[in-house]
């Protein structure tokens, strides 16, 4: 089993985690220590997590048109979001930030 760090996308509070991995499925999430969580979860961080080994989940993202369900990278899906907002990703490590902008 591996571990991965992950922050719970539940509330906005930011609270850090580790989730266990098996077989490229999450087992459980155990709480890491973070300034907002300080080592403890709340119920939906612990057990909020199947809905991740669905296998109705839609993976990659998927937008109705006229076209069957045609697959949107990411760059594209902020385009659409944003018209010509400024989007932009930087890699660093196994660490991905992303970025949009309104245009001025």
Not at 27 to 49: F, M, P, S
Not at 63 to 68: A, L
Request: aromatic share 6%.
């Amino acid at each position: 089993m591996k571990k991965s760090r992950a922050v719970c996308p539940y509330c906005g509070a930011g609270c850090k985690l580790k989730l266990v991995v098996d077989n490229n499925k999450i087992i459980r999430a155990e709480a890491a220590d973070g300034v907002t969580n300080q080592n403890q979860l709340c119920l939906k961080g612990y057990y909020g997590w199947d809905f991740l080994n669905d296998t109705q989940l839609l993976t990659p993202r998927l937008k109705t048109t006229d076209d069957p369900l045609p697959e949107r990278r990411r760059l594209h899906a902020g385009q659409l979001a944003g018209g010509d907002s400024l989007y932009r990703q930087q890699a660093q490590g196994d660490q991905r930030e992303t970025w949009a902008r309104a245009p001025s």
